[in-house]
């Protein structure tokens, strides 16, 4: 087995508003180095890092908007967001969960802070991610995945209280809680000071680490402290985390999907027909209804 | 976006010369705006066409009751300008603001008025940009006065498909001269009609 080598480690940029309730730093494809086709399946990743909101009568949020042609996963690490569509399903994830959505042909939805903890407010940490869809499976029907925390299954490490959560994928022998279209690895990598976790995937999968806590080093060498977003190589397929504190870490890896992409916003389809179709039935109502 | 959309909008809409396109794309400024910037205020004397390279801009009037009605909304490849006051001078009743962070060419209207002097080409381009405007006002005019809401929305969608997504419905109304609520009605019912394969 050969070792996937670091090509970079990226610090997060400014961030921006999606809305007025996620502030977030965009790593993919907002990075030079990890644009759609580099990242591909992974074509969007946004992480709101920590940040306090104030309590508000009035959650913050994103309104009413669609997507077609690929998946969302929203991971939380802190705080609470509801979520409802067009296709009449909702509901609230909190530390831990994931909401994986299929959007596939098409849904409306709505992101909002959870009331009762919008009131209070406190700190706000999470992650979405947008996971390409193949042709085929571009127009197939929208659905959710909606997986809780204590349901994920998870591998021990041998340090006590190191543990890698299966979100997606396998890693070593435990499957994950999510089905995927391609074959896409999402694991959270919880590493207790000098702990350590090994990874291996198919050198042509792209590959990427976000540490969300504490600081890792990888592969023995390069230093990746909070927040930052660490690229590796497609030169081999094994490589090493360990924690110099604490830590907490999403692994991403992911089968690339060879096929064009032609993205506008909110939709991710092949061609630019496609595209122009997405407006199209979004502006005839054929994505459906959703009250703002 | 491409940094120089000013020029190859000349070249995909006119018979102008490279050289004579680059020369007047020379001629004008290329200016930044964030999210919320006037670019043109009632009372003062527009002096400039706006051609939006990237980002988005609305012109409209405040009435007496302070209430706002969008003329005009021009995203990417799309003129906008007071052209009342800039060829005749006179103060604009219209305000032009970005509703998103926009990159805009400022095009002298001086130095079309020199340009369209000098060059037949140029004139012919000029002139079919105003019919063009022309047309679409009278459109607008007529619509305004005799379509249904969901009429108006489909003409609306027919000609921005993309503003939906990138401004709020109550401005969207203002343009369509309907309520918000109505609006959102016309959404619903499209929604009920075209219920597909997709659910």
Sequence with gaps: MTTRSVEAIIRP????????????????PGNQGANMQRMNPFIMLDYNSKYHFTGTE???GVGVHPHRGFETVTIAYQGKVAHHDSGGGGGVIAQGDVQWMTAASGVLHKEYHEEAWAREGGIFQMVQLWVNLP????????????????TIPQVDLDTAGSTVKVIAGNYQGT??????????????ARLKSGARADFSFPAA????????????????????????????????EAFSI??????????????????PIAAHGPFVMNTRQELIEAFDDFNQGKFGYLED | MNRFAFSTFLTSNTDLDQELI?????????????????????????EHSFFVEKGLLKQFAIDHQGKEHILQFAPENWIVSDRASAYFHQPSE?????????????VDEAFILQLARNNASFLEFNHRLLHNHIRHLQQRILQLQSATASERYQHFVKIYPDLLLRIPQVLIASYLGITPESLSRVRRDLAEQNRTILS
Excluded: W
Excluded at chain 1, 13 to 28: Q, S
Excluded at chain 2, 22 to 46: F, W
Excluded at chain 2, 94 to 106: F, R, S
């Design chain 1, 205 to 236: 999968y792209h590959t990427a680490l976000l540490v969300i806590e504490g600081a890792i080093t990888v592969n023995g060498k390069h230093e990746a402290p909070t927040d930052h977003f660490v690229l590796m190589g497609n030169d081999g």
């Design chain 2, 94 to 106: 219209y305000y032009i603001q970005a509703l998103e962070d926009t990159q805009v060419m400022l």
């Design chain 1, 242 to 259: 360990e924690a110099s504190e604490d830590a907490l870490v999403l692994v991403m890896s992911g089968e690339p999907i060879h096929e």
């Design chain 1, 135 to 150: 042709a085929k499976d571009k127009m197939s029907p929208p659905k959710y995945q909606a997986i809780k925390n204590e």
């Design chain 1, 175 to 188: 499957q994950g809680a999510a089905s995927t279209f391609t074959p896409v690895h999402l694991f959270n």
């Design chain 2, 22 to 46: 680059d020369g007047l794309v020379g001629q004008c400024t290329r200016r930044e705006v964030t999210r919320g910037a006037y670019l043109l205020r009632e009372g003062e004397t527009c």
């Design chain 1, 13 to 28: 940029g400014a961030p921006h508003y999606v809305g007025d309730g996620f502030r977030v730093h965009n790593f993919i």
């Design chain 1, 58 to 60: 009035k959650p913050r």
